[in-house]
């Protein structure tokens, strides 16, 4: 084996090891963090994790449901086109119905 392969394996044995040390280090800290929040193991963390996101979902597909059953009806909003074609409707129809009169006659 050649100094440059040598020094290649001694790096990665290296790395490796800084790697799995991190892990291990990562891993006390995160019993250390779950305990101060009073569960005893990893494990029952993660449980209780579950069971949150389990009745998170639930409670959003009940919303949902609910929504859909006695929620507003709203319908879609109209985009810029649609709404300026109605202004412009509506204006054409005030024109069309208004009575003009001359203020010139009878004036004099």
Same mark, same amino acid.
């Given at each position: ?14 790395? @490796? ?7 291990? +280090?990562?891993?006390?800290? +995160? ?52 709404? +300026? @074609?109605?202004?412009? @409707? ?7 119905? @208004? ?10």
């Amino acid at each position: 084996m050649c100094k440059e392969e040598e020094g290649l394996s001694i790096k990665w044995i290296f790395n @490796r090891t800084n790697k799995f040390q991190l892990l291990e +280090l990562k891993k006390s800290e +995160l019993s250390g963090i779950v305990k101060r929040y009073g569960f005893d193991t990893v494990q029952q963390f993660y449980n209780a994790i579950k069971i949150a996101q389990d009745a998170t979902y639930k409670y959003q597909m009940d919303v949902a449901t609910w929504e859909e059953n006695y929620g507003e009806k709203t319908p879609p909003k109209a985009t810029f086109e649609e709404r +300026l @074609r109605i202004y412009q @409707r509506e204006a054409d129809q005030q024109h069309t119905q @208004r009575n003009y009169h001359s203020r010139d006659k009878g004036a004099r």
